[in-house]
């Protein structure tokens, strides 16, 4: 059994949340976390128990790191500082080091199961800096299938369109191909399609559109506005990607 | 003041600061509707029988389930001021697949106004009325300057905000802020609303923490009516360098308001002024507590 198998059946009250860590050569990413249980239950203070767990993009575990974030506090996560040296999915969860059913009782609902909010930031070589908030929750089933349109727009500053890969969940990947769509956003004309492997559990991986559409870039020029439509069976929503000439970057939810 | 036809409470907008010395897009891809189940089948009904929606909303959701309606969209300018400088309904109506663009400079310049610090209230409506699941999913903003860029993306949604009924506050949470040689964060407060007449220029408070027992407070400034409002730490706290040295240039920031709800933007900029990262804050209390 996986540490996050573990830590998710120790903790049935909180959802791991996830988010693409990138580490290696000239980028490392800093997981940032406010302790907000002071925020809900003043006075109590909570201290809250942070649990991450990083993969590789195979979906294999890397580090486990724990640590206690004081009331109203933060905790600042540096991947590389870690040893981290493989980008992938990181999971994390901040337990609450109290009983939050008692201490909410006559006041309010608790959440079956707590997710936790927290925000990455992308490095590159302390050059460029991108920003989030984390993303799907870990699940324990395949996501359902389904079909995400990625609108593109030519710009003369952007290199290479592409997308970040997640598959946040534990159960074995049906294997099998999913599929890209490169068509035109006006009249929705078809222009390319390329297969992409499936994702391991809790695999991810950086698709570059370059490397399956060679042609994209005279193609994005000529038709202006384009759409990458992905068919998937077995992943959570990408994130988008952006690569700058100037060597930013922006990677966002869809 | 925002013209009375600028929205209607049920269509669903997203306030998104807009910067004068970068080029400013927005855009939109419409992803599919959600699959019909028997919950969603059963919603329209069940909000009616609980006398949440009229009857005519419940017509049209089930209206909408049979043959969706395409997306249209609607943009507002107003400046940090407060001041609305312009708005149109902007053409083509999009369903699901569809790319919607806006270069929000060109708009700008279509009017006549002059590319300026501001907000852009972009309004996107099907013409559901139910009050539940309105959000037609997420608004990109992206921002450039001299090749660099910023930006996120966020929901368009339809809930009251700030409309009249008393409101317990806004606390803004920041758990990275960062002054040294080569990054400065800042904060950025949008003071919005659903209602068009919302009138209540606010005046926030904010915290610089190293840890929970050594911080600075100082006031933010004013932010108008449906504006933004933009401060660097370095404007708000001249001797943050100083005060975060001893946590290597890091610390967090909490930002705090009565009596009205506020959006943040948390904002990184290079030494040098330039536009680095924007990330929207994210809810502490909906992790935890069950409204539904």
Same mark, same amino acid.
């Given at each position: 059994?996986?540490?996050?198998?573990?830590?998710?059946?120790?903790?049935?009250?909180?959802?791991?949340?996830?988010?693409?860590?990138?580490?290696?050569?000239?980028?490392?990413?800093?997981?940032?976390?406010?302790?907000?249980?002071?925020?809900?239950?003043?006075?109590?203070?909570?201290?809250?128990?942070?649990l991450?767990?990083?993969?590789?993009?195979?979906?294999?575990?890397?580090?486990?790191?724990?640590?206690?974030?004081?009331?109203?506090?933060?905790?600042?996560?540096?991947?590389?500082?870690?040893?981290?040296?493989?980008?992938? #999915?990181?999971?994390?969860?901040?337990?609450?080091? =109290?009983?939050?059913?008692? #201490? =909410?009782?006559?006041?309010?609902?608790?959440?079956?199961?707590?997710?936790?909010?927290?925000?990455?930031?992308?490095?590159?070589?302390?050059?460029?800096?991108?920003?989030?908030h984390?993303?799907?929750?870990?699940?324990?089933?395949? !996501?359902?299938?389904?079909?995400?349109?990625?609108? #593109?727009?030519?710009?003369?500053?952007?290199?290479?369109?592409?997308?970040?890969?997640?598959n946040?969940?534990?159960?074995?990947?049906?294997?099998g191909?999913?599929?890209?769509?490169?068509?035109?956003?006006?009249?929705?004309?078809?222009?390319?399609? =390329?297969?992409?492997?499936?994702?391991?559990?809790?695999?991810?991986?950086?698709?570059?559109?370059?490397?399956?559409?060679?042609?994209?870039?005279?193609? #994005?020029?000529?038709?202006?506005?384009?759409?990458?439509?992905?068919?998937?069976?077995a992943?959570?929503?990408?994130?988008? =990607?952006?690569w700058?000439?100037?060597?930013?970057? !922006?990677?966002?939810?869809? | 003041?925002?013209?009375?036809?600028?929205?209607?409470?049920?269509?669903?907008?997203?306030?998104? &600061?807009?910067?004068?010395?970068? %080029?400013?897009?927005?855009?939109?891809?419409?992803?599919?509707?959600?699959?019909?189940?028997?919950?969603?089948?059963?919603?329209?009904?069940?909000?009616?029988?609980?006398?949440?929606? +009229?009857?005519?909303?419940?017509?049209?959701?089930?209206?909408?389930?049979?043959?969706?309606?395409?997306?249209?969209?609607?943009? /507002?300018?107003?400046?940090?001021?407060?001041?609305?400088? /312009?708005?149109?309904?902007?053409?083509?109506?999009?369903?699901?697949?569809?790319?919607?663009?806006?270069?929000?400079?060109?708009?700008?310049?279509?009017?006549?106004?002059?590319i300026?610090?501001?907000?852009?209230? %972009?309004?996107?409506?099907?013409?559901?009325?139910?009050?539940?699941q309105?959000?037609?999913?997420?608004?990109? %903003?992206?921002?450039?300057?001299?090749?660099?860029?910023?930006?996120?993306?966020?929901?368009?949604?339809?809930? +009251?905000?700030?409309?009249?009924?008393?409101?317990?506050?806004?606390?803004?949470?920041? &758990?990275?802020?960062?002054?040294?040689?080569?990054?400065?964060?800042?904060?950025?407060?949008?003071?919005?609303?659903?209602?068009?007449?919302?009138?209540k220029?606010?005046?926030?408070?904010?915290?610089?923490?190293?840890? +929970?027992?050594?911080?600075?407070?100082?006031?933010?400034?004013?932010?108008?009516?449906?504006?933004?409002?933009?401060?660097?730490?370095?404007?708000?706290?001249?001797n943050?360098?100083?005060?975060?040295?001893?946590?290597?240039?890091?610390?967090?920031?909490?930002?705090?308001?009565?009596?009205?709800?506020?959006?943040?933007?948390?904002?990184?900029?290079?030494r040098?002024?330039?536009?680095?990262?924007?990330?929207?804050?994210?809810?502490?209390?909906?992790?935890?507590?069950?409204?539904?």
């Amino acid at each position: 059994m996986s540490h996050l198998n573990e830590l998710m059946s120790a903790h049935p009250g909180y959802a791991f949340t996830s988010q693409y860590c990138l580490v290696g050569d000239e980028w490392n990413t800093i997981l940032s976390f406010f302790n907000y249980y002071e925020q809900v239950f003043p006075g109590q203070g909570i201290v809250a128990h942070l649990l991450v767990v990083f993969h590789d993009e195979s979906g294999n575990e890397v580090k486990v790191h724990e640590q206690e974030v004081a009331p109203g506090s933060t905790a600042q996560v540096n991947a590389r500082e870690l040893g981290v040296t493989r980008s992938g #999915l990181v999971a994390v969860a901040a337990v609450a080091m =109290a009983n939050l059913e008692e #201490l =909410a009782t006559g006041k309010f609902k608790i959440n079956s199961s707590i997710p936790t909010s927290f925000y990455v930031t992308w490095d590159r070589a302390n050059s460029a800096r991108g920003m989030m908030h984390e993303w799907e929750g870990v699940t324990q089933s395949r !996501h359902a299938s389904s079909i995400h349109h990625v609108g #593109l727009k030519y710009s003369e500053q952007i290199a290479e369109h592409g997308l970040m890969l997640t598959n946040p969940n534990l159960a074995p990947s049906p294997g099998g191909k999913d599929m890209l769509t490169l068509r035109s956003a006006t009249n929705r004309k078809t222009v390319a399609r =390329a297969e992409l492997e499936r994702l391991p559990p809790m695999g991810s991986k950086v698709v570059r559109f370059k490397d399956y559409f060679p042609n994209i870039d005279a193609q #994005l020029q000529e038709h202006d506005r384009m759409v990458i439509d992905l068919t998937t069976c077995a992943q959570a929503a990408p994130l988008t =990607a952006e690569w700058y000439k100037s060597g930013d970057f !922006h990677f966002h939810h869809l | 003041m925002i013209p009375f036809e600028a929205w209607q409470q049920h269509e669903p907008r997203m306030n998104l &600061p807009i910067f004068g010395n970068a %080029l400013n897009e927005v855009d939109f891809t419409v992803q599919d509707d959600r699959k019909l189940n028997l919950r969603r089948i059963v919603a329209p009904a069940y909000h009616f029988a609980r006398g949440r929606s +009229p009857w005519r909303a419940v017509l049209s959701n089930y209206k909408h389930m049979l043959a969706p309606r395409p997306f249209t969209f609607k943009a /507002c300018f107003v400046n940090r001021q407060g001041e609305m400088m /312009c708005h149109e309904e902007l053409p083509g109506a999009y369903r699901a697949g569809d790319f919607f663009y806006l270069n929000v400079n060109d708009w700008l310049r279509s009017h006549n106004v002059p590319i300026q610090d501001g907000s852009l209230i %972009l309004v996107s409506s099907h013409g559901r009325a139910d009050r539940w699941q309105s959000s037609p999913g997420n608004v990109t %903003l992206r921002v450039t300057d001299s090749g660099y860029t910023a930006g996120y993306r966020t929901g368009f949604f339809a809930r +009251p905000l700030n409309a009249g009924h008393k409101h317990v506050g806004f606390t803004g949470l920041n &758990p990275r802020i960062e002054v040294n040689t080569r990054w400065v964060s800042g904060l950025l407060l949008i003071n919005h609303s659903s209602e068009l007449g919302y009138d209540k220029t606010v005046r926030p408070t904010v915290r610089l923490h190293v840890n +929970p027992e050594k911080f600075l407070e100082t006031t933010f400034g004013d932010i108008a009516p449906h504006a933004a409002s933009e401060r660097s730490i370095l404007e708000l706290f001249p001797n943050a360098e100083e005060f975060l040295a001893s946590a290597g240039g890091i610390g967090y920031s909490v930002s705090m308001l009565t009596g009205a709800s506020l959006a943040s933007v948390h904002v990184l900029r290079y030494r040098s002024g330039q536009l680095a990262s924007l990330e929207h804050s994210r809810p502490a209390h909906t992790n935890i507590i069950n409204y539904l």
